[in-house]
């Protein structure tokens, strides 16, 4: 049985809550004895899980590198990501637009982790990316999305462009940020099924995913930078699309 780590006080707590039998090991620093450990230890605990007390090399060692703090769980993989179509059928029973994240060719996981966790506090419905273009959800993702993802279904496919085309056959309107882009991202039309399509920070989108886009569309620089950290970004778009759809149907 494959395990995965999860490191660091969000992501363990997120996945008690969400899926607390998937955790097969837990490990706590045993000198660490503040109260923010002993709430922690008493959620496990209550949650029906072994804990096993562990010195800061052991864990430093098998954090490889990873921020810790003192808590590692070791957990079989718990599968959020769904098929695209699976997605769209089930937002379309409940009558809901779909607000989507893609990101194309974002490698950098402290980016992902908190392209994740802007997208879950959004509400966002998923992040697309691709399989081979992507970091994946490392043990440091899983830290830096505070939790998100293991809530926030992170759907990776084969060919991008593919799927961002079976979205446009779904009426899922397609809009990519483009620094030379005439139209701003406030023109957007926020209430209908849309994704937001996003490039790494320096490269952007490749070729193809721009020339997929319905639209495109400039994020407003007043300053002396040229652009925004693709989670940034990705937060500046997200919340403007929540901004609209929670103004009522009837305002002007």
Known sequence: ?????????????????????????L??????????????????????????????????????GVRHQGLIAMATEVELAMDVDDLLDALEDQGIKPLLLILDSVTDPHNLGACLRTADAAGAHAVIAPKDRAVGL??????????????????????????????????????GTDDQA??????VDGKRG??????????GMRRLT??????????????????L??????????YETLRQRQIPTNSQ
């Open 27 to 64: 490990y706590v620093e045993q000198a660490r004895r503040d109260k923010r450990m002993q709430n922690f230890i008493a959620q496990a605990e209550q949650a029906g899980l072994r804990i096993i007390f562990a010195d800061k090399a052991r864990l430093d060692n098998m954090a490889k």
């Open 210 to 227: 721009r020339e997929t886009c319905d639209e495109l569309v400039s994020i407003p620089m007043l300053g002396s930078v040229e652009s």
């Open 1 to 25: 049985m494959s395990l995965q780590m999860l490191a660091g006080f969000h992501a363990v707590q997120a996945r008690i809550r969400h899926a607390a039998e998937s955790i097969k090991e």
């Open 182 to 187: 005439t139209e701003s991202m406030h023109q």
């Open 138 to 175: 490392n043990p440091t993702v899983r830290r830096v999305a505070c939790g998100a993802a293991e809530t926030l279904p992170y759907i990776t496919v084969t060919n991008l462009a593919r799927t961002m085309r079976q979205l446009r056959d779904r009426d899922v309107w397609l809009v």
């Open 194 to 203: 849309m994704a937001w399509v996003m490039g790494a920070e320096g490269e």
């Open 229 to 238: 950290n693709v989670s940034v970004a990705s937060a500046v778009c997200l």
